[in-house]
C-alpha cells in the first residue's frame, strides 16, 4: 500500500465512522456480522488452536535434553508462548484468509455489480451501512476467538504431553499454574483488537475501490489476504515492542 493508497484508506476510515443514518439497521448488520465472524470460524480455530498447542508442547519437550531442566518447564513455556504470540498471531493470519478474502470479495462484488453506486445515489453512506458493522465485528469478535484459542492451545499441549508420554499431567498442571502474569493476557487481547481491525479495515478498502470485473474481485481478495498478513505481522512486532 502506497503513500497515495494510504491516504484514500484514511479518507474511506472518515467515512466508515461517520454518524450513522438509521442506528437500527447498523444494530442488526452488526449482530450479523459478529456472527459470521465469530460463531462462523470457531470451528477452524478450535482445530487449529488444540493442534497447535499439541505439535509445541511435543516439540519443546524434544528440544529440552538435559536432566538439569525441570519438566514443569514445558507447560511455562507453552503457556506463555500460547498466550503472547501463537493465539493471536495464528489466529489473526487464519481470520485474514477466511474473514478477510470474504469481506473483499463480497465489497468488491458490489462495487464491480454497481450496487454501491446505487447506494450512494440514494443519499447512504456507503461505506459506513457496509463496513462499519465488519470493523466492530472484527475488534469485538476476534479477541473473544483469541480467548479460545488460548485455552485451547494449553488444552491441546496437555493432551499431546500426556498422551505421548513426554510429560506427565501434574507436571504440566504445575508448570503452566506456575509464575503466571496475567499481563500477558492484556497484551494478547490487544494485540487481537489491532488484528481485527486491520483484517476488516484493508479487506474493506481494497473490496470498496475494486474496478472491472470478477477477475480484478478475485485478485483484490488476494491482495487483501497478502497486505493483511504482512499489516498484522508488522503490527505484532510494534504492539509487542510497546507493551513488552
Given at each position: 500500500m502506497n503513500?497515495?493508497?494510504?491516504?484514500?484508506?484514511?479518507?474511506?476510515?472518515?467515512?466508515v465512522f461517520?454518524?450513522?443514518?438509521?442506528?437500527?439497521?447498523?444494530?442488526?448488520?452488526?449482530f450479523q456480522e459478529m456472527n459470521y465472524v465469530g460463531i462462523g470460524s470457531l470451528g477452524l480455530i478450535c482445530?487449529?488452536?488444540?493442534?497447535?498447542g499439541a505439535v509445541m508442547t511435543l516439540q519443546i519437550a524434544f528440544q529440552?535434553?538435559?536432566?538439569l531442566i525441570p519438566r514443569t518447564i514445558i507447560g511455562q513455556v507453552t503457556r506463555d508462548s500460547s498466550i503472547l504470540e501463537l493465539s493471536p498471531t495464528i489466529s489473526a493470519l487464519v481470520l485474514a484468509g477466511k474473514i478477510g478474502s470474504a469481506i473483499s470479495s463480497e465489497i468488491g462484488t458490489m462495487r464491480v455489480t454497481e450496487q454501491i453506486d446505487a447506494l450512494?445515489?440514494?443519499?447512504?453512506?456507503?461505506?459506513?451501512y457496509l463496513i462499519l458493522p465488519k470493523i466492530i465485528a472484527?475488534?469485538?469478535?476476534?479477541?473473544?476467538?483469541?480467548i479460545i484459542s488460548m485455552f485451547l492451545s494449553i488444552l491441546g499441549g496437555y493432551?499431546?504431553?500426556?498422551?505421548?508420554?513426554?510429560?506427565?499431567?501434574?507436571?504440566?498442571?504445575?508448570?503452566?499454574?506456575?509464575?503466571?502474569?496475567?499481563?500477558?493476557?492484556?497484551?494478547?487481547?490487544v494485540k487481537a483488537f489491532v488484528f481485527g481491525f486491520i483484517i476488516t479495515s484493508v479487506a474493506a478498502y481494497e473490496g470498496f475501490y475494486v474496478r472491472g470485473g470478477a477477475l480484478e474481485v478475485a485478485r483484490s481478495s488476494t491482495k487483501a489476504v497478502v497486505i493483511s498478513c504482512i499489516s498484522i505481522l508488522a503490527a505484532d512486532y510494534i504492539v509487542t515492542q510497546l507493551l513488552l
Open positions: 503513500f497515495t493508497n494510504f491516504g484514500r484508506y484514511i479518507l474511506l476510515l472518515k467515512a461517520r454518524k450513522p443514518e438509521k442506528l437500527k439497521i447498523y444494530i442488526k448488520a452488526i482445530i487449529i488452536s488444540t493442534f497447535v529440552l535434553t538435559s536432566d450512494e445515489i440514494m443519499g447512504i453512506n456507503a461505506p459506513g472484527g475488534i469485538t469478535m476476534v479477541p473473544f476467538l483469541v493432551i499431546g504431553g500426556t498422551l505421548s508420554g513426554a510429560i506427565t499431567a501434574s507436571q504440566y498442571i504445575q508448570g503452566i499454574t506456575t509464575d503466571f502474569n496475567p499481563y500477558t493476557i492484556t497484551v494478547a487481547l
